[in-house]
């Protein structure tokens, strides 16, 4: 899609980080912008924050986890615009770090239930509307590195949730592709941006079992290194992306490429997953991770 002037954007997880980076780019491209999150009051002040500025806005609070509410929202904006044109799937939510076995089951459900079938979700309902429009469109599903790399430690359940978001968008842009649609798609893998995510159990639901603080949700917006990325970054990359429809949107720093391609090297050579030197060391002199 070469053209946005005019054309209609929604964006889900938009009233912060990624997805406000997203829905403000959007909006200076010219796009009518339709922000969806779980946050009532920080989406209504996103949306105000874009309409002072002069951009056509509206917000819908939607909770992506729930089909039903994906399922409105998708006919109402439908009704409300007739068509969407670019559909970011991007909310996104991450638990608190644990070895494996560890995770509570209303971890797995509470993170599966946003970051997968909330994309599930968003599919289900735009896909069949947008094709049916006849207009052409571009859908961005939001994975992350942790989608690409073989593994990682104490994040079993969030690296597994992105695995299954990258697999699921393949499947999309190949199903899209073979039926001659209008419509293509494209995953976006971010490394470390500065957003709220390492807060995000501010959005568990009461009954997605207890709300644990996040080891490092204190840590805030600073919670990764210094050269973590401006979210702008992603949404400059996303934008691009979609004007050349390229698939793979990477957001990554040097480091997490060089990870993921050990990985992969070292799965094709028959070789076990490389554990941090650091964290072995640690093991070996008695100081193991609980
Ligand atoms: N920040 C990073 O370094 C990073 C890296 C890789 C991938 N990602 C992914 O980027 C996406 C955006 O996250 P972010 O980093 O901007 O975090 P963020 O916490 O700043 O924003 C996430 C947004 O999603 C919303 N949300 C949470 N649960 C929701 C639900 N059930 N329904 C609707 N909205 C919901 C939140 O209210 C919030 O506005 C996520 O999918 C995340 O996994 C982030």
Known sequence: MKEFEGRVAVVTGAASGIGFALAERAATEGMKVVLCDIEAGP?????????????????????????????AAAAGIFAD????????????VLNRERPSWDHPVADWQWVFSVNVMGVVHGVRAFVPRMLAS???????????????????????????????????????YKDLIVRQTKVSASVLCPGAVTTRIFAAERNRPADA?????????????????????????MADRVFSAVRENRFYILGAQDV??????????????????AVPRKLLAARDSGNAPA
Not at 210 to 225: D, I
Request: charge should be negative.
């Open 43 to 71: 989406l209504e002040a996103a949306a105000q924050s874009l309409r002072h500025r002069g951009f056509t806005v509206s917000a819908h609070r939607v909770d992506v986890s729930k089909e039903a509410e994906v399922e």
């Open 81 to 92: 615009f007739g068509a969407v044109h670019l559909l970011c799937n991007n909310a996104g």
């Open 134 to 172: 006849g207009e052409e469109g571009h859908i961005v599903n939001t994975a992350s590195m942790a989608g690409l790399l073989t593994g990682g430690m104490g994040t079993a359940v969030y690296d597994a949730s992105k695995h299954a978001v990258l697999s699921l968008s393949e499947s999309l």
């Open 209 to 233: 079992g207890t709300a644990e603080r996040h080891a490092l949700a204190s840590r805030g917006a600073t919670a990764f290194p210094g050269d973590s990325f401006p979210p702008e970054e």
């Open 256 to 273: 997490m490429y060089e990870w993921t391609k050990m990985g992969h090297d070292r799965m094709w050579a028959g070789r076990n997953p």
